[in-house]
């Protein structure tokens, strides 16, 4: 390759304020090989493409460089510029003089030579560089959804409309998540199951939606459009076909344990149904809690079940499906409250999580949406809440703000109030944030005309005194300590990544941040995909949100999807090894350190790429040793030219 | 490119950084502007498991004073386990230069996410102060001299 041409941006004053791009296009202008270099303001601007286009055929280059920002940033614009110019796009290649660069040195003269140095192997690099066609392969056309609550209901239901057929799992019993906790949503005040439980029943109807509840996803292989999954459904030990709802099993089992869906507030039996609109409705023998499972059966609930539902003998079912994207919706836990010593969290009943709150105030609650606190059952007068338990604390908690803390706070104090007519609402708080479409508003209303008395400031403490409850803290407006005495307390707990979060990164090679909610592509442009081609995020997964915010990301990662299911062919990078077969000898350790499988050594001795299968890492090239695996314009060469300018003196 | 500083010398280094993790590591140090020694000339690479022997061989054999290598965090690897074939290939790859008379350390390999920004930067200043201390490479031409 002999005419090569070099672009250098200033990206404003982003690169030209301490490289200087006339220096960088007038050295590169001496290079071997180099025919045209010129400097631009805003090289990705419609006149910075067309310079380049006009340049690529007036010199007839055979080979761009556009030396500016990251690759992750433009690198498929300038290509496609290069293609609409009649140039292979494979050679053209970016010169990361921004990020690697401009931006984190400050002395202009060496940034300078530091970007000549980074400009001349990406010459090296292009000049190696081979022309390639994309390979566009088959994918295909359902998708997966991880996760049954609201975002990744959203997501399924939004899918499956466009008439692609969708896998919903869900690890519990039921699909609804933390919004069929819910007793009513800011800031309309709408009853959350009232909105909820009509998708849910849609979920369940929906003929392109196959429900897998109570399954866990184990094993991930593949790539975008042709990910193989495995999901393990595990035994209800109920045949949903044949339960009636009758009940009669439940009445009978001898063994309760707490509520999980009533957050520990009641206990349920060891077989249940979570709750009563939950989708499918059926029930559930939990095999933990089941007395008679193993060794021995207590038999109970199968003798009076009088459809025969109950089949003790279920196994754990393993289901297996291709997938052409997947959508990861797990959603979010609550911080331990028994964290939370000096809130006395999982010492003192009566302080207890928003959650439960949710459930005292709901009307299918436990108290019928009557509010009674845990330890005696009366309806407490005096009720504290504590906004940022756990959050906002990077000493001893979460760092981070749960951002719908404030929000729910103000509405349970307010619902209390309505519940409670002669009750009294106490809200400590640090800061009030309320950013959203009618949230201030309902706070001010709160706080101005439902009488709840806002106090700013932290809570120290939490403890018991005789049968009474004491809130010690602080008014920072007034600089005066407070004491006071309630019924209840209601922690406003930080809201923290799904347990299962670390362990589905893992199968699914998709990162999570330092906190533990997955991570985007990019916080504000790709905030509902991961890094990983081909699998999208949607709500509190990837961080804490509310459930407007959750819903347009279900409907966003759902479009993502569909707009990937939707290609005809999908086209797959054809930067993959290639086999020079003069030189291979057919040992086969390639075939070894390929984690994808896509090579083999073929009756001629000779190893074969499967280049659909094939993802560039280049482990195989890594380990050939005779240098007959190359990666197709990342050659050995080609990185020992690339070495070689790097570090030439001058 | 001599800027005075305690020994007047400033090393060459090479960075191999895979694509999804350290590469895009450095780039989120550039987004936050944050800064470190510019002797380091990034090269980016799919996946930390292509960075072979030969690679890192030409890289002293052609002057470099320092190598760094980026890679995922163990588990975290785009290519499954590209990071694990890495991280025993250096350890050989340190005994080989130890017996050609460069010192072990001048070849680094260190695991920077997505995330990392700061570990990037501090990487950078930590190996680039190092890499000064120990002077030109026996192999440089400043240390054939």
């Known amino acids: 390759m002999s005419r090569i041409g070099v672009f250098v941006c200033h990206c404003g004053m982003n690169i030209e304020r301490t490289v200087d791009t ?450 010690w803290g602080v008014d920072t407006l007034s600089s005066r300590r407070v004491e006071l005495e309630a019924d209840l307390v209601v922690l406003a707990i930080s809201m923290n990544p799904h347990p299962s979060n670390l362990a589905l990164s893992k199968v699914l090679k998709i990162s999570c941040g330092a906190e533990g909610f997955f991570k985007e592509a990019h916080p504000k442009l790709r905030p509902v995909e991961s890094l990983t081609a081909g699998i999208f995020l949607a709500g509190a997964a990837q961080g804490p949100k509310d459930i407007p915010e959750v819903v347009s990301q279900g409907s966003a990662a759902a479009v993502k999807a569909v707009a990937l299911l939707t290609k005809d062919k999908l086209v797959h990078s054809p930067e993959v090894v290639d086999i020079d077969e003069l030189v291979c000898g057919g040992c086969g350790i390639c075939v070894d350190m390929c984690p994808y499988n896509a090579l083999a050594v073929n009756g001629a001795g000779v190893a074969e790429v499967n280049e659909v299968l094939c993802e560039g890492c280049g482990s195989c090239v890594s380990a050939c040793p005779t240098g007959a695996a190359q990666l197709k314009n990342m050659t050995d060469w080609q990185f020992i030219e690339m070495i070689g300018v790097a570090l030439q003196d001058g | 490119m001599a800027k005075p500083n305690d020994n007047g010398f400033e090393p060459k280094i090479v960075a191999f950084l895979c694509r999804w993790c350290s590469y895009a590591g450095a780039d989120l140090a550039g987004v936050s502007r944050m800064t470190y020694p510019d002797n380091i000339i990034p090269m980016r690479v799919n996946c930390s498991g292509r960075v072979d022997a030969g690679m890192v061989m030409a890289a002293f054999e052609r002057g470099a004073d320092g190598v760094l290598i980026g890679g995922c965090h163990p588990g975290d690897c785009h290519y499954v386990n590209g990071n694990y074939k890495t991280r025993r290939r250096v350890i050989l790859l340190k005994r080989a230069l130890a017996e050609v008379g460069i010192k072990p350390q001048r070849l680094h390999l260190e695991w920077i996410s997505a995330s990392e920004g700061v570990k990037f930067q501090r990487t950078v200043t930590e190996f680039t102060r190092l890499i000064k201390g120990f002077g030109p490479s026996p192999m440089s031409e400043d240390g054939k001299n």
């Open chain 1, 22 to 471: 006339q220096a960088v296009a007038a050295t590169l202008s001496e290079h071997s090989g180099v025919v045209y270099t010129t400097d631009y303001n805003y090289l990705c601007a419609d006149p910075g493409q067309r310079l380049i286009k006009d340049a690529i055929v007036e010199h007839k280059l055979d080979g761009v460089i556009v030396a500016a920002c990251s690759p992750t940033m433009h690198e498929p614009t300038f290509r496609r510029v290069a293609e609409e110019a009649g140039l292979n796009p494979y050679l053209c290649e970016i010169a990361n003089i921004r990020e690697h660069c401009s931006w984190v040195h400050k002395d202009r003269d060496r940034a300078t030579q530091k970007a000549i140095r980074i400009v001349k192997t990406l010459v090296e690099k292009v000049r190696g560089n081979q022309p390639l066609e994309p390979l566009r392969i088959d994918h295909a056309d359902k998708c997966l959804v991880i996760g049954g609550g609201i975002a990744g209901i959203q997501a399924a239901l939004d899918v499956a409309e466009s008439g692609f057929e969708v896998i919903l799992v869900e690890k519990e019993p039921s699909i609804g998540g933390h919004m069929a906790q819910l007793s009513e949503t800011f800031p309309t005040l709408d009853c959350s199951q009232c909105i909820l439980t009509p998708k849910m029943v849609e979920v369940s109807r929906h003929p392109n939606i196959r429900l897998l509840t109570y399954s866990e996803v184990v094993e991930v292989s593949g790539y975008i459009g042709n990910y193989e999954v495995k999901i393990r459904k595990n035994p209800t030990y109920v045949d949903p076909d044949k339960c009636n709802l009758c009940g009669d099993c439940e009445k009978v089992c001898p063994k309760s344990v707490g509520s999980e869906f009533e957050r520990g507030l009641i206990d349920r039996k060891a077989i249940y149904i979570p709750f009563e609109q939950a989708i499918p409705s059926s029930y559930t023998l939990d095999e933990e809690a089941c007395l008679g499972l193993h060794p021995l059966r207590c038999n109970e609930c199968a003798k009076v079940c009088e459809p025969n539902a109950i089949d003790y003998d279920m196994r754990p079912e393993y289901i297996e499906e291709s997938v052409g994207a997947i959508i990861v919706a797990t959603g979010y836990s609550l911080y331990p409250i028994s964290s939370l010593g000096e809130y006395g969290g999982g010492q003192i009943p009566d302080v207890i999580d928003g959650l439960q709150f949710e459930r005292l105030l709901s009307a299918s609650g436990p108290t019928n949406g009557e509010v009674r606190r845990p330890s005696d059952g009366k309806i407490p007068k005096k009720v504290v809440f504590i906004q940022c338990a756990g959050s906002r604390d990077p000493e001893q908690h979460n760092a981070y703000c749960s951002k719908i803390c404030c929000m729910y706070t103000a509405k349970h104090a307010l619902l209390y109030r309505h519940a409670v007519p002669d009750g009294e609402a106490v809200v400590f708080y640090i800061d009030v944030r309320a950013g959203g479409k009618g949230y201030e508003e309902f706070t001010q209303h709160a706080i101005e005309e439902e009488r709840i008395l806002y106090l700013r400031g932290k809570v120290s403490k939490v403890y018991r005194q005789d049968d009474r409850v004491v809130v």
